[in-house]
Structure formats: structure tokens, C-alpha cells
């Protein structure tokens, strides 16, 4: 069954640092998405991507992050300089055309910030 | 943000019962409501969903039941096994969205044999 995956499951980082989230979303999907969950809390979406642009954002994601679809297969996250709040769960999601809210997630990227 | 509740952090159940969890929202204009189901070390798993043109989906031993008087729903899963302990999310979508899911802060449920 396809399924989307995320790398890495767990990074370390010191305060200021940037990070890299890695995601490859289910093939034929069209949509794609971050959320995180700090620990304790809910789980917040932070943007949707679609056609090579964002679509949504919410108030979480300010100047310091960044989405990327480098090529075909990959999705990408980017935190310029990171904060002792950023530490969290890193949750990516893609669905397909039908807006349901169906999200297909992956496993999760767990930030940590030093 | 609390435009999705779920008032209870945790439910404890024996093997073979109903399971029953409740979700209460506070924005009208939702067109669909979701269930997901998170194990540790997981990203949530959709579970079932239902449009805010029907009062209750139905998929095996989960149902949802959604009340638009009272902006609740609930899930109903029938006959509880061990297996279903997991978090369970409530997650409502504006259409126009673009699927921008508003999850309340999760169940856990615990199914004892």
C-alpha cells in the first residue's frame, strides 16, 4: 500500500541551527501538507502546497519556514534558525484530488531544539 | 484555537464493549467532520469521516453520529477490541480550505482484554 514517508524520525539541533524535513508523498497526489504536535498538544497544520506554490499557511508558519518541492518526488520543510518551540513532531500529509479531508500521513519527523 | 473540543483525554473500556467518543465544535460552516486513530510512533490514520449533510456514517464496527443542533459528534465503535487503543482525533475541514484540518486534542482509548 503506498504510503508517505519522512526523514529523518528524530533530529537533534542546537538552538539557531537550520533544519531540513524530508518527505516523499504518495506518487500521484497533488496536495500536500505540514503539521506538527508539540509534545502535550494538538496536532496543528502549519501549510498546504499545491501546484508548486503554497496554498495556506497559518499564523505558526512565519518567515522563518519554508516549503520546497525540489523535484518530482520529494517535499521539503526547512526551519532557517531554529527555536527551543519549534521542537516538535513533524507530521507531512498528501491527499489526492477529491477534498474530502482525507490526509494520508506520514510517520512523523521529531524535532528536537537544544 | 478551540473551534474543536474533544472533553475527554482518556476512556478506558473492556474488550467487546461500546466505545464512545465525543467531539464538539464550535464553527458551523465545517462540511466535514474525521476521525483519526494515531498508535505511538505513528502519523495519524484516517478512520472515517462524515459530510455535514448526514447525520451518521457507517463503516464495520465504527459509526459516527453527527448532531448539527448541538455541533457534536461522536464515534462509536462496537464491539471494542484490544487493538483500537490508540489516540483517536476529531478533525473538521472547511471545504474551501483546501483541506486544512482543525484536529481536537485526541482521546486516548484504552481497550482492556
Known amino acids: 500500500e503506498p504510503e508517505v514517508t519522512q526523514t529523518p524520525s528524530h533530529q537533534v539541533t542546537q538552538m539557531g541551527q537550520e533544519v531540513i524535513l524530508r518527505c516523499v508523498p504518495i506518487?500521484?497526489?497533488?496536495?500536500f501538507y505540514w503539521y506538527r504536535q508539540i509534545l502535550g498538544q494538538k496536532v496543528e497544520f502549519l501549510v498546504s502546497?499545491?501546484?508548486?506554490?503554497?496554498?495556506?499557511k497559518s499564523e505558526i508558519f512565519d518567515d522563518q519556514f519554508s516549503v520546497e518541492r525540489p523535484d518530482g518526488s520529494n517535499f521539503t520543510l526547512k526551519i532557517r534558525s531554529t527555536k527551543l518551540e519549534d521542537s516538535a513532531m513533524y507530521f507531512c500529509?498528501?491527499?489526492?484530488?477529491?477534498?474530502?479531508?482525507?490526509?494520508?500521513f506520514g510517520e512523523g519527523s521529531r524535532l528536537t531544539v537544544l | 484555537d478551540q473551534q474543536v473540543k474533544q472533553n475527554s483525554p482518556s476512556l478506558s473500556v473492556q474488550e467487546g464493549r461500546i466505545s464512545i467518543l465525543n467531539c464538539d465544535y464550535t464553527?458551523?460552516?465545517?462540511?466535514?467532520f474525521l476521525w483519526y486513530k494515531k498508535y505511538p510512533a505513528e502519523g495519524p490514520t484516517f478512520l472515517i469521516s462524515?459530510?455535514?449533510?448526514?447525520d451518521k456514517n457507517e463503516d464495520g464496527r465504527f459509526t459516527v453520529f453527527l448532531n448539527k443542533s448541538a455541533k457534536h459528534l461522536s464515534l462509536h465503535i462496537v464491539p471494542s477490541q484490544p487493538g483500537d487503543s490508540a489516540v483517536y482525533f476529531c478533525?473538521?475541514?472547511?471545504?474551501?480550505?483546501?483541506?486544512?484540518?482543525?484536529f481536537g486534542e485526541g482521546t486516548q482509548l484504552t481497550v482492556n482484554p
Open positions: 462524515i459530510s455535514s449533510i448526514k
Open positions: 502546497f499545491y501546484n508548486n506554490e503554497i496554498s495556506e
Open positions: 478533525a473538521a475541514v472547511l471545504e474551501t480550505s483546501g483541506s486544512r484540518l482543525t
Open positions: 464553527n458551523s460552516m465545517f462540511d466535514y
Open positions: 506518487s500521484n497526489h497533488l496536495y
Open positions: 500529509a498528501s491527499r489526492g484530488i477529491l477534498n474530502t479531508g482525507e490526509l494520508f
